[in-house]
């Protein structure tokens, strides 16, 4: 099946500076690629998504790049804000399998003040 | 719309004991999922569905049963409690095939001792 890594597992930056979150995909044929934001003891969320047929996708603060070529999709905050620490998920749809979503493990983003 | 609903929130069994644990969605969705989710780890997806009546494994099935009877519910059995299921389960849903984003029920914290 669909294999998605993510890096890196935590990730600490300073209030306003960016955060980039990495994953890469196996499976050729996955088509959509959302990023879910849990905070502590609370549900995932989802933050934003991007199909396969967009190389970019913006929602203010937050935005996300596909690499199709090379396996590979990134999630981007700028101007980060201390309410942005949480457990960020990729995750990877493949096409073939009924909706199915593979997760990657997370990485714990904290921002600091 | 409530979305997507999970009892009991909170849960401890002992060991050997059987449980259900309860999910229901009102968006009208035809795709239900389990998902346990372990300390500092991701998601891994037990039981999937893609209508009434229909069921199929996901990565980590042993210990766990799973029934579709109605679009709305999708419930959860531990037929024989062990403590490695000790673990936050959570319920999603989602519209369609074809990658669409999940919707995440807020979770049933089970302890098993």
């Known amino acids: 099946g669909e294999n998605v890594e993510q890096h890196p597992s935590t990730l600490s930056v300073q209030e306003g500076d960016s955060a980039v979150i990495k994953c890469t995909y196996s499976d050729s044929a996955s088509n959509y690629f959302p990023w879910y934001k849990q905070e502590l003891g609370k549900r995932p969320q989802l933050i934003i998504d991007i199909r396969s047929n967009v190389g970019e996708k913006k929602d203010q603060r937050i935005a996300v790049t596909l690499n199709k070529t090379a396996k590979h999709f990134s999630l981007h905050i700028t101007e980060t804000q201390p309410e942005d620490s949480a457990v960020y998920f990729c995750a990877a749809h493949r096409g073939s399998t009924l909706g199915r979503l593979y997760f990657g493990r997370g990485t714990q983003l904290t921002v600091w003040p | 719309n409530a979305g997507v609903t999970q009892t009991p929130k909170f849960r401890i069994l002992k060991i050997g004991q059987s449980m259900t644990l309860q999910c229901t969605q009102d968006?009208?969705?035809?795709?239900m999922y389990w998902y346990r989710q372990d300390p500092g780890m991701g998601l891994k997806l037990i039981y999937y569905?893609?209508?009434?009546?229909?069921?199929d494994k996901g990565e980590v099935p042993n210990g766990y049963n799973v029934s579709r009877s109605t679009t709305e519910d999708f419930p959860l059995r531990l037929e024989l409690a062990a403590p490695s299921q000790t673990s936050v389960y959570f319920c999603a849903s989602s519209y369609k095939q074809g990658g669409q984003p999940q919707h995440f029920g807020d979770g049933t914290r089970l302890s098993i001792l």
């Open positions: 569905s893609v209508g009434a009546g229909i069921t």
């Open positions: 968006m009208n969705h035809n795709y």
